[in-house]
């Protein structure tokens, strides 16, 4: 695997390629507004050098509507790009419905993913289907590094403590670099890897070789009692402890007064730091599970939180 990166990196989705059209525009707009300036600079050196016999007498009055012009056309243009870029932005920033959910964490200096319908890992490898939207989900172990995917034009911080999203649907089957591109430490230069993007067949090959017996929520109820959380948690329990059946998505009552949505990010907060967020009218006796449970059980804890129906989690 080379690390070497082409000079222009190959474009392995619609979006990417619409970067590169504005990528290419600005440029041309930039040189279009500069290129005047400097050749003007260097044909009045030329003609008004000193001791060339040439008219210096400072004109009076110009013209109000050249002074105009070229200062709003190219600050028209300059917006016109703006609001391409933006949408550009707000497109890469919109998460698709549906979309194939991919969660990953990174710490020195590896990058690690789970698939969350099939619970299938790689590690500094990231297996997609072509055509179909994919949601990833990240989080540091550490300290703050950076999802760098260059054949999709897409970047995304990977902060520790926090959870960031990056969507995208690559189009174009092949094997790209997939970097972090946050300074992380020593190792810093050869955290990467490679994403590969497959048909939708080859992509069910794969998950099939890569045999995960069970999906991230399956394994989440696992570690749901393992960790001892379904004896407070569990439907048949006699603590007073929240029931999580149903709960993800919904609107939590604080102690304190104010409301919370319960997404990922409270759940994990709420398992590492309880005491931050209690909900109204149960007693703050839930203890903390911090360094103890690591990133990626978290996510799959987070993920049977989530994807149980109220009415699976009472089978049991
Ligand atoms: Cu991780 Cu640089």
Same mark, same amino acid.
């Given at each position: 695997?080379?690390?070497?990166?082409?000079?222009?990196?190959?474009?392995?989705?619609?979006?990417?390629?619409?970067?590169?059209?504005?990528?290419?525009? !600005? =440029?041309?707009?930039?040189?279009?507004?500069?290129?005047?300036? !400097?050749?003007?600079?260097?044909?009045?050196?030329?003609?008004?050098? %000193?001791?060339?016999?040439?008219? %210096?007498?400072? %004109?009076?009055?110009?013209?109000?509507?050249?002074?105009?012009?070229?200062?709003?056309?190219?600050?028209?243009?300059?917006?016109?790009? !703006?609001?391409?870029?933006?949408?550009?932005?707000?497109?890469?920033?919109?998460?698709?419905?549906?979309?194939?959910?991919?969660?990953?964490?990174?710490?020195?200096?590896?990058?690690?993913?789970?698939?969350?319908?099939?619970?299938?890992?790689?590690?500094?490898?990231?297996?997609?289907?072509?055509?179909?939207?994919?949601?990833?989900?990240?989080? =540091?172990?550490?300290?703050?590094? =950076?999802?760098?995917?260059?054949?999709? %034009?897409?970047?995304?911080?990977?902060?520790?403590?926090?959870?960031?999203?990056?969507?995208?649907?690559?189009?174009?089957?092949?094997?790209?670099?997939?970097?972090?591109?946050?300074?992380?430490?020593?190792?810093?230069?050869?955290?990467?890897?490679?994403?590969?993007?497959?048909?939708?067949?080859?992509?069910?090959?794969?998950?099939?070789?890569?045999?995960?017996?069970?999906?991230?929520?399956?394994?989440?109820?696992?570690?749901?009692?393992?960790?001892?959380?379904?004896?407070?948690?569990?439907?048949?329990?006699?603590?007073?402890?929240?029931?999580?059946?149903?709960?993800?998505?919904?609107?939590?009552?604080?102690?304190?007064?104010?409301?919370?949505?319960?997404?990922?990010?409270?759940?994990?907060?709420?398992?590492? !730091?309880?005491?931050?967020?209690?909900?109204?009218?149960?007693?703050?006796?839930?203890?903390?599970?911090?360094?103890?449970?690591?990133?990626?059980?978290?996510?799959?804890?987070?993920?049977?939180?989530?994807?149980?129906?109220?009415?699976?989690?009472?089978?049991?």
């Amino acid at each position: 695997m080379s690390f070497i990166t082409p000079l222009w990196p190959p474009a392995a989705s619609e979006y990417a390629q619409q970067v590169d059209r504005l990528f290419l525009g !600005f =440029s041309a707009l930039t040189l279009l507004l500069v290129l005047p300036v !400097f050749i003007l600079i260097g044909i009045f050196a030329l003609k008004y050098r %000193r001791g060339r016999d040439v008219d %210096r007498t400072h %004109r009076k009055g110009g013209s109000v509507w050249l002074e105009t012009s070229w200062a709003a056309g190219p600050f028209l243009l300059v917006l016109g790009f !703006f609001g391409w870029a933006v949408a550009l932005y707000v497109d890469a920033q919109t998460e698709p419905v549906g979309a194939l959910e991919i969660s990953g964490t990174a710490k020195q200096w590896m990058w690690k993913f789970s698939h969350h319908p099939g619970g299938q890992r790689e590690i500094n490898e990231l297996h997609v289907p072509a055509g179909e939207p994919v949601k990833i989900t990240l989080t =540091s172990q550490d300290v703050i590094h =950076s999802l760098y995917l260059p054949a999709l %034009r897409l970047k995304q911080d990977v902060l520790p403590g926090r959870y960031t999203t990056l969507s995208f649907t690559a189009d174009r089957p092949g094997t790209y670099t997939l970097r972090c591109a946050e300074f992380c430490g020593a190792n810093h230069s050869v955290m990467g890897g490679r994403i590969v993007v497959q048909t939708p067949r080859d992509y069910a090959r794969w998950l099939s070789r890569s045999g995960a017996d069970r999906s991230l929520a399956q394994r989440g109820k696992l570690l749901f009692r393992q960790y001892g959380c379904s004896g407070c948690h569990g439907p048949a329990s006699s603590v007073k402890a929240p029931d999580l059946a149903g709960l993800y998505g919904r609107p939590v009552p604080l102690e304190s007064g104010e409301t919370i949505i319960a997404d990922d990010q409270y759940i994990r907060d709420s398992i590492l !730091f309880p005491q931050r967020a209690i909900a109204a009218g149960y007693p703050p006796i839930m203890p903390t599970f911090r360094n103890v449970i690591e990133e990626e059980d978290l996510i799959a804890l987070t993920a049977f939180i989530r994807d149980t129906r109220p009415a699976d989690w009472r089978e049991e």
